[in-house]
């Protein structure tokens, strides 16, 4: 409780202050802040700064805006990897052995409170704001604190369902300990980030804040979640139509796959809202720490820590039809289709080349023996896997930085002194996600025309010939891909996108979330273990998913502290 128990004193103290008849003891500590000081336009900015600050977790490896380990790592495109007693309360997760006294999911609930806490405390400020500042600064100050409010609650929701919901009227003088888990917050998620679409202008003066169109795709999210589709659609035409970058960019797909992952390109047309990243500031936070944990185990690029290694199931997923289409069928583990490929391999046996199709941003995602891993060189397999045996032979390759990009002082040394740090943004929305999103609310009530253009803008993307990755000039493995010539009934279409979702974003913390909204989280789940357990039985035991692990129990030390009679624990736990 310790982070959030600061926030909230935090809050308390510059929202309800402090009173003493004996006002000569009334003296500042040395480096403090007065409320008068909070109340400028500086003073504001900078709690708004503190809240957007929180996005990135602060160097949590549980809160961080990737979701690596709940929306990655469980939903199956890659597991914990490394030595099986190495950070051991990430494996009771991908082994869905969740207890209420977890340390790692605690930190996850912490520090969203903490982001919740940062949010409401520039809103009550705003209250009291001076008298010069401006109506239009205060309003739009209010309006990105409420979509960062509306993030961390989201988060919340998803990962625990009902979860106590806390504003800037509350804190520590009245009743914050006493607020209960006993609504659905969904109205309050829509309507922070309803406001925030209706008040932020356009384009920022900042290019990592949010703005409308940011606070439009993220309650189409929301809505998506809840299967509100016709008002998903509503505002996927209008975020389609006219949707900018708070930078002023006109949303669009970028030219190659590849260009998503470079530095140079943080901030794009594609990129509708990120946590903003930079090295070399004098604080490792404000890199790319999200993610450090999860890079080359021992050699560049990262050198640590081999966390975060693409399952069996999830490479297999990428193997296409002689027509370039995926197996939506969801045969692409049959072993009749392994064949000459390196997929579904134990994780010892020795390398085979592919020669089956495959669909090309397999290569982008994932570092595979004998493919060239960036501009590092060939992948070597071994020396390049911390521990293989429980983790299987493949390696993350998405936020990765490359040799030129590590040369051009894109790059710090971490924490621990072997940890490589980065200056990617994180990216939380992108408008791919949107095109996909807006492809599904279509087929649900609208057009599957529609729905079909829309999933063909991201495939043709992939298909970009200019982008295979290549040895001597030639693609490095038999790569086919093509846009569908129909979609010839909503079942069908269904699948194609939610498969088209997998490819285009696989590693980048959706699967899990994805798979729970459809329903099919029991099933692919389940799918996804029994096979990788059979290659990595270390890792995986005789694990098995059931319903109940949609949602992550609340965290025991919570209930400790304010009362069984207060928080009630979601059910199965």
């Not at 109340?39 to 490896?61: P, V």
């Not at 703005?211 to 999210?221: F, P, T, V």
Request: hydrophobic share 35%.
């Amino acid at each position: 409780m310790k982070k959030i128990s600061i926030a909230i004193v935090f809050l308390a103290l510059i929202v309800g202050g402090y009173s003493c008849k004996d006002t000569f003891l009334d003296v500042a500590p040395t480096g403090s802040i007065s409320k008068n000081q909070l109340t400028t336009k500086a003073g504001l900015e900078g709690s708004l700064i503190a809240a957007y600050a929180q996005l990135s977790g602060l160097g949590s490896y549980a809160g961080g805006p990737s979701n690596w380990v709940w929306g990655a790592i469980r939903g199956g495109d890659a597991n914990k990897g490394t030595d099986p007693g190495d950070f051991s309360d990430i494996n009771p997760i991908q082994r869905f052995e969740y207890n209420p006294s977890l340390p790692f999911s605690g930190e996850l609930y912490r520090e969203h409170y903490d982001g919740v806490a940062r949010a409401n405390a520039t809103l009550a400020l705003l209250k009291e704001a001076q008298p010069d500042v401006k109506e239009e600064d205060k309003v739009r100050m209010a309006a990105e604190a409420k979509f960062i409010r509306g993030h961390f609650y989201f988060q919340l929701k998803r990962n625990f369902d009902m979860v106590p919901y806390v504003d800037e009227t509350m804190n520590v003088s009245n009743g914050i300990e006493k607020v209960k888990n006993d609504i659905d917050i969904w109205p309050k998620i829509e309507a922070d980030f309803k406001e925030a679409f209706e008040k932020l202008p356009e384009t920022q003066t900042a290019v990592g804040r949010a703005n409308k169109w940011a606070a439009a795709s993220y309650l189409a999210r929301v809505y998506m979640t809840q299967k509100k589709y016709t008002e998903a659609k509503a505002l996927f035409d209008q975020i389609i139509a006219n949707g900018k970058t708070a930078g002023g960019k006109k949303y669009a797909l970028l030219p190659k796959y590849s260009d998503l992952y470079r530095v140079a390109n943080d901030n794009s047309a594609e990129s509708i809202f990120a946590v903003q990243a930079t090295v070399k500031s004098g604080n490792g936070n404000n890199a790319n720490s999200d993610l450090q944990l999860n890079f080359i185990q021992g050699t560049e690029p990262g050198t640590c820590c081999g966390f975060f290694q693409p399952t069996f199931e999830f490479v297999n997923s990428f193997r296409t039809t002689e027509d370039g289409l995926p197996y939506l069928d969801g045969s692409y583990n049959d072993p009749s289709k392994a064949v000459k490929h390196d997929m579904g391999i134990a994780s010892t046996a020795a390398f085979t080349p592919d020669n089956g199709p495959l669909d090309p941003r397999l290569d982008h995602t994932v570092g595979r023996r004998g493919i060239p891993f960036l501009d590092w060189g060939l992948h070597t397999g071994f020396s390049m896997i911390r521990n293989q045996p429980n983790a299987g032979p493949y390696s993350p390759k998405k936020y990765l930085y490359t040799k030129a990009e590590k040369a051009a002082g894109m790059t710090e040394t971490g924490g621990w002194g072997h940890q490589t740090y980065n200056a990617y943004n994180v990216t939380i929305i992108r408008y791919a996600d949107v095109l996909l999103m807006a492809a599904e609310a279509e087929i649900e009530v609208g057009s599957l025309a529609k729905a079909l253009e829309y999933t063909n803008m991201v495939r043709a993307r992939a298909a970009n010939e200019a982008d295979y990755v290549k040895i001597d000039g030639a693609p490095a493995a038999n790569y086919k891909i093509k846009t569908y010539s129909s979609f010839p009934d909503k079942e069908f279409a269904r699948a194609a996108v939610r498969y088209e979702r997998r490819m285009e974003l696989g590693m980048e913390g959706h699967r899990f979330y994805d798979l729970v909204r459809w329903g099919e989280d029991v099933a692919a789940i389940n799918k996804y273990l029994k096979y990788d357990q059979v290659l990595l039985p270390g890792a995986f035991g005789g694990a098995t998913y059931q319903a109940k692990h949609k949602i992550l129990p609340l965290p025991q030390s919570q209930i400790d502290l304010v009362g069984a009679d207060v928080l009630k624990q979601n059910a199965g736990y």
